[in-house]
């Protein structure tokens, strides 16, 4: 989820770069925090995001 993914130039039919997550995750982290997932298929997602002081 966190790796980052780049589309290749045939994709003109679907959004955004693939690099959100990562780069949340990145900025996140250069601030001394965490982010933990949890997923259930079907049933959706939890993202946790803690800063400690």
Same mark, same amino acid.
């Given at each position: 989820?966190?790796?980052?993914?780049?589309?290749?130039?045939?994709?003109?039919?679907?959004?955004?770069? /693939?690099? !959100?997550?990562? $780069?949340?995750?990145?900025?996140?982290?250069?601030?001394?925090?965490?982010?933990?997932?949890?997923?259930?298929? /079907?049933? !959706?997602?939890? $993202?946790?995001?803690?800063?400690?002081?």
């Amino acid at each position: 989820m966190f790796e980052r993914y780049y589309r290749s130039t045939n994709t003109d039919d679907a959004r955004g770069s /693939g690099l !959100g997550m990562s $780069i949340s995750r990145d900025i996140i982290e250069a601030h001394g925090g965490m982010v933990e997932v949890d997923s259930v298929p /079907g049933h !959706g997602t939890v $993202i946790r995001i803690q800063f400690t002081p």
